[in-house]
């Protein structure tokens, strides 16, 4: 018995060891972090889904991969498109056909060198139906993708699309090495992506970090800092603690609540830049009795937007004024919807609710920063003009699902969203939200929201080549769309985030990338 | 005794084809699919035919599972949805990691729970006993999230000795393996007393106190050895849970293991990643429990295993 006993110490003992020894083994290997001066760190709140342009789908993403990987090009923090590894272009008469020089002289990581076919072999994948990519609908009206000779590049288009150029900008366009992509079948991707960007994939430790270095021989200016790292660190008080104690440099998605207190430390700079994407709660146009005007407005009235921004957000959002935010081409302000509980009485009066009406909210929580306390302060807001608002919440993926249903099983009478118009261009905001075209389940139109002017104004301008034109046209829809009030307009999100104060030089984009070229230490 | 092992592994197969039953239909009837949680709002229509086309979503749920049981007994889990690769390489990168965390995090749950059980049943109402059983106590009730961040801002904030996240080092272990530790530790103090409490009181106890041994001999040769065994029951059980349960510790730690990779999978619609993981998970629960049984053996002579039942 003894002998038994004393076995079995001595048999869990080694079983722990050897797992423990084991399981070190095989995690060990990321190495310290070596100079702390050498190493830039950032902590975001999500690991990137791939970095391979085709499988891309979030910001995380977009923020590590344009480091690595470059696109024609580039969208300025204003908006304005500048040229990237397109030197230049143009579009013949009535714009179907576009020619790229593409720039001479730049190598991928790998020694490939950049061209016209390469440019071609990237966005053929890209557009290539097999290969699937979700974003291949933002190059959906080229249809003819040539290198008419080593350094230029035609698209040609079934019809005139005016966003094409914003489009091309989209992080997720990205151009990489021909080599990686050979050979890879429609259903294959890539781990480590080699681009041309300014700095070179180093190592992907799965959860945990992405590790990139300088790439030496970069085209543009070489960056400063010659490591970049990139944490995943999904929670947002663990990100601060990261920041606080020096783990990291700077962090994304900084907690509203948590801004005051942050910023009290003096080490600590807190950096507000506006976003794309706008909040708002969208009517069932179809369902008694938001298909009646006035309910809509009246609801509009209901709502104390900036009451919502300061208290909730802080001070850290901004009351939307238009459907899309001021950034983007073709704004126009419009708004806001005055806050006037009795002009809300009056209106819900007019329409025969003078006693009150009741409807559901249904909202994401955890999707949107604070969105399920928006969605209890709509409540409230809406109970003061006698609307009894149920709310009602569901796990963002059923979420989708659940308010993206055609018109005849749609259980909603309204629903919080937000939408980004990632490419700065009315089109991308207008169009997929609120063209019949694109009522559930052909597009993102969730509210079943019909306008015939609105319909014919954003067809047009998708095919109108003169700017000035264009911007008139969607001032036009924007005016239509608001007075129509398919949706209770809130407001634009803002980003939040955090950087230690011996860095400079990051770029804080309204499309939610945090870029780190430009980014060095001070003393 | 080398057949009731075998007979009990044969066992774990039916266990693990009825856990991939179950999990297998209950992500799938979760609403929410794949394609829209990878790309949110912008989820185009050809974009979700294409997911579900490529995944064999499409086809019917038995075709489905019997292509996925087709392809296990291959020893190929299919590939991840959400970012196309194997979910083999997925599990494999992050259950070390776990195996770790979880190892370590037993370590010291035993070391502490155990001595601090059997000083408390020994000194029974010192304040020894009635100060452990209170920290026990809190420590049980704690919530896990509450405990790691407490830890965070004390050791890596405050003090500063310890890093907040990450993983690489040994420092990087000691914040979350503590945390996780914690409340395992405070169960099984618990237990230990109350086991040692209940061996102490019997007769066997008195005669070996009565021949004049010394009480050091009589609890530790005589009492702990039978006290230890629902301690055993409980280590392999917290062995198992601290396995797939450590997703808050992992979380607030940004330890990249496999509680953190089942959470994000379920909520990304992973159904092959999710299959997977659950499997993994339940197999070593078999396995832990049939470890825990044999254990008794060593432990308890009246514990035999004959292949034959009863005799």
Redesign the interface.
């Known amino acids: 018995m003894q002998n038994k006993k004393l076995l079995l110490i001595v048999g869990i003992a080694v079983v722990v060891i050897a797992v423990a020894v084991v399981a070190w083994w095989l995690i060990a290997g990321r190495e310290p972090p070596v100079e702390i001066r050498d190493t830039l760190t950032i902590a975001i709140g999500a690991e990137p889904e791939s970095l391979d342009p085709v499988r891309m789908t979030s910001a995380p993403a977009a923020t590590v991969g344009e480091h690595v990987v470059e696109r024609l090009i580039y969208m300025e923090e204003d908006g304005s498109l500048e040229p990237m590894l397109a030197t230049s272009w143009s579009a013949n008469e009535d714009s179907t056909v576009w020619t790229f020089q593409i720039r001479e002289g730049v190598t991928f990581h790998d020694g490939e060198p950049l061209n016209a076919e390469a440019v071609r072999k990237n966005l053929a994948r890209f557009v290539d139906p097999d290969v699937g990519a979700a974003y291949a609908f933002l190059l959906g009206s080229v249809q003819e993708i040539e290198a008419t000779d080593e350094y230029t590049l035609e698209l040609r288009l079934a019809q005139p699309f005016a966003p094409i150029l914003s489009h091309l900008s989209h992080s997720f366009i990205g151009i990489v090495s021909p080599r990686q992509i050979e050979g890879l079948d429609p259903g294959d991707t890539f781990e480590n992506p080699v681009g041309t960007g300014p700095y070179v994939m180093d190592r992907w430790s799965r959860g945990d970090s992405i590790r990139l270095t300088v790439n030496e021989e970069y085209w543009g200016d070489t960056p400063e800092i010659p490591v970049l790292v990139f944490n995943f660190i999904p929670e947002e008080s663990a990100r601060i603690v990261a920041l606080e104690t020096g783990e990291a440099d700077a962090i994304m998605a900084v907690p509203p609540q948590d801004v005051v207190r942050l910023g009290a430390d003096p080490d600590i700079d807190i950096v507000f830049q506006t976003s794309v994407r706008t909040i708002y709660v969208g009517f069932n146009n179809l369902r008694e009795p938001f298909t009646d005007v006035r309910v809509r407005r009246a609801l509009n009235h209901a709502i104390d937007k900036q009451a919502i921004v300061d208290s909730i957000f802080e001070g850290s959002a901004f009351v939307a004024d238009a459907p899309v935010v001021d950034a983007v081409f073709g704004h126009t302000s419009v708004g806001p919807y005055e806050y006037d509980p009795d002009r809300a009485r009056e209106l819900l009066a007019e329409a025969g609710f003078a006693d009150g009406l009741e409807m559901t909210l249904h909202h994401p929580t955890g999707r949107y920063p604070l969105d399920a306390t928006v969605a209890a302060a709509v409540q409230s807001m809406l109970a003061e003009v006698g609307v009894d608002a149920r709310l009602e919440t569901r796990e963002w993926s059923a979420y989708l699902q659940f308010t993206a249903q055609p018109p005849d099983q749609a259980e909603y009478d309204s629903y919080l969203l937000g939408w980004g118009t990632v490419t700065l261009d009315s089109d991308y905001g207008l169009y997929a939200l609120l063209h019949s075209r694109q009522w559930n389940p052909d597009g993102n139109n969730r509210g079943f929201y019909k306008n015939e002017r609105v319909d014919e104004l954003l067809d047009a301008a998708r095919v109108e080549t003169n700017p000035d034109s264009r911007r008139e046209m969607y001032h036009e829809a924007i005016e239509l769309i608001w007075d129509d009030a398919p949706w209770i307009f809130l407001y634009n999100a803002a980003q939040i985030n955090a950087v230690r104060a011996n860095v400079e030089g990051l770029i804080h984009h309204p499309l939610e990338n945090l870029s780190a070229w430009d980014a060095h230490f001070v003393d | 005794m080398y057949q009731y092992i075998v007979r009990r592994l044969m066992l774990t197969i039916p266990v693990v084809i009825g856990v991939s039953i179950i999990v297998f239909a209950i992500i799938r009837m979760?609403?929410?699919?794949p394609?829209?949680?990878?790309?949110?709002?912008?989820?185009?229509?050809?974009?979700i035919e294409?997911?579900r086309v490529?995944h064999a979503l499409d086809q019917p749920l038995h075709v489905q599972y019997g292509r996925f049981m087709v392809n296990l007994l291959q020893g190929d889990l299919g590939r991840s949805i959400?970012?196309?690769?194997p979910v083999t390489t997925?599990i494999g990168?992050?259950f070390?990691?776990t195996?770790?965390l979880a190892?370590?995090a037993l370590?010291i749950a035993t070391i502490i729970g155990v001595s601090a059980g059997i000083v408390s049943a020994t000194r029974r109402n010192s304040l020894f006993d009635n100060a452990s059983m209170l920290v026990a106590l809190v420590g049980v009730a704690a919530p896990v999230f509450w405990m790691a961040?407490m830890l965070?801002?004390l050791f890596?904030?405050q003090l500063?000795w310890l890093?907040?996240?990450?993983?690489?080092?040994v420092r990087h272990l000691v914040l979350p393996s503590l945390t996780l530790g914690t409340a395992s530790a405070a169960l099984m103090a618990r237990i230990t007393r109350s086991s040692m409490l209940d061996v102490l009181r019997q007769d066997y106890i008195t005669t070996a106190r009565s021949k004049g041994l010394g009480e050091r001999i009589v609890v530790y040769k005589h009492a702990l050895?039978n006290a230890l065994i629902p301690v055993v029951t409980v280590l392999g059980l917290q062995f198992g849970i601290l396995l797939g349960g450590a997703v808050l510790t992992e979380?607030?730690?940004?330890w990249?293991?496999v509680g953190?990779?089942l959470v994000d999978s379920i909520?990304?619609?992973d159904y092959p990643v999710v299959q997977g993981t659950v499997m993994l998970l339940a197999f070593l629960f078999v396995i832990i429990n049939l470890v825990v049984d044999i254990?008794y053996a060593?432990?308890d002579?009246r514990v035999h295993y004959r292949s034959e039942s009863g005799e």
Do not use: C, H, S
Not at chain 2, 35 to 47: D, I, L, S, W
Not at chain 2, 251 to 254: D, L, Q, S, Y
């Open positions: 979760i609403p929410g699919d394609a829209r949680a990878m790309a949110g709002v912008n989820a185009t229509p050809e974009f294409q997911v490529r959400f970012n196309g690769r997925e990168e992050r070390p990691r195996l770790l190892t370590v370590v961040l965070q801002l890596a904030v500063r890093p907040a996240t990450g993983i690489g080092q050895k979380t607030v730690f940004a990249p293991g953190r990779l909520l990304r619609r254990a060593f432990l002579p």
